[in-house]
């Protein structure tokens, strides 16, 4: 008997989680591909063009794909935590540091060191600008939308004009190093980017009282001010770490394709950046959040598309299918539905219950 009270007890912890709603979503899309091909998830080696021996494969397409949106995702968690709205112009952003990223390549011989210190002026540049909606959320308290929508108007004519008024491309095999291989290692360097920047952001949480201050200032600002922590600042801080994110997945996604274009890089990834915090059951309206979630969202967006890739659907129809499938996991998601069946589970454990109570009662 006690074993099966433990077992109910998990079963309602497990039912209330935040995380259930995008596990079932990737069991549902994981399930559906298996069924449809078994070799979905494959995993094969072949040479690539440099001659190395690198690992492909849906399942390797997919974490490699999701890199630029995971990393937008954990800086969009906790600007809509502090903030209570979302940062979009992350896109427009990530296009600005991309061209700055370019026009420091493009000036000088490339080196590994040089395309270090073109990331770092890339992150200097998309954190003042980061800093710039920061500064117009936290101190003239405009909607985080409203005022990102001069950024999401301007951000690329900006990326255009650094370049002037170029689309220049830059050529060179250690770009590999942000957006391809490493010689002599078989997994995509932006997985490995991806792995490094989630470790660094969970250390940082965890051993810092990062996470809980920006959670306090998204719940109740008035109170966290009471308790010392300065709302301003907070959110100030959390532009700052979005525009790492933003220099960061910018970079990338040039040393991918090998130029700027400011129209297309990372474009309507905001709106990705958004839906993955919401699919991994993080609410819109700041207060607590939970990072796995909205990595776990991500990767499930970048599933969809690929699994939609497979099936041969255009490039036209992928983001009405998205839509639709989105739509369907944000309700499941929403607090009206969670609440339902949390009421349903209640009332199903109450009578099994009363069922176990009427058979021991029986059985004596």
């Known amino acids: 008997m006690s074993n099966e009270k433990t077992f109910s007890a998990k079963l309602k912890k497990l039912a209330s989680s935040q995380l259930i709603i995008p596990i079932i979503a990737l069991l549902i899309l994981v399930i559906f591909n298996l069924i449809r091909d ?25 974490l490699n794909g999701a890199s630029e949106l995971v990393i937008l995702a954990i800086g969009m968690t906790f600007v809509t935590s502090a903030t209570k709205g979302q940062d979009i112009s992350v896109g427009a952003c990530a296009a600005i540091a991309g061209s700055v990223f370019v026009k420091i390549l493009r000036g000088n011989t490339i080196t590994v060191p040089l395309i270090l210190l073109a990331v770092l002026v890339a992150c200097l540049v998309a954190i003042i600008f980061c800093m710039f909606n920061g500064l117009l959320i936290a101190k003239f308290n405009i909607q985080p939308m409203i005022a990102s929508l001069i ?18 491309n830059v050529e060179s095999n250690l770009l590999g190093y ?66 790492v994110c933003v220099a960061l997945a910018g970079s990338m996604n040039v040393c991918r394709i090998g130029l700027i274009n400011h129209e297309k890089i990372l474009l309507d990834i905001e709106m990705d950046a958004i839906l993955a915090v919401a699919i991994g059951g993080n609410s819109l309206g700041g207060g607590k959040f939970k990072l796995s979630g909205s990595i776990l969202g991500a990767y499930i967006i970048q599933a969809l598309t690929t699994t939609l890739y497979a099936m041969k659907v255009s490039s036209t129809d992928i983001k009405a299918y998205k839509a639709i499938v989105i739509i369907i996991i944000v309700v499941v998601g929403s607090p009206v539905v969670k609440e339902w069946f949390g009421k349903t589970f209640k009332k199903i454990s109450a009578k099994t219950a009363k069922n176990e109570a009427v058979t021991e009662q029986e059985a004596k």
């Open 38 to 62: 078994p070799s979905f998830f494959s995993i094969g080696i072949k040479t690539n063009n440099m001659g190395n021996k690198v690992l492909t494969g849906n399942l390797i397409s997919i």
């Open 178 to 243: 942000l957006g391809g291989f490493i010689p002599g290692i078989p997994i995509p360097s932006p997985i490995l980017i991806v792995i490094l920047f989630v470790i660094l952001m969970n250390v940082l949480l965890k051993f810092t009282t990062l996470g809980l201050y920006i959670q306090a200032v998204g719940i109740n600002e008035r109170a966290s001010k009471q308790n010392g922590i300065n709302p301003v600042f907070m959110k100030m801080l959390v532009f700052v770490i979005l525009g």
């Open 151 to 168: 950024l999401f108007t301007a951000g690329r004519p900006i990326a255009y004009w650094i370049n002037g008024g170029a689309t220049p």
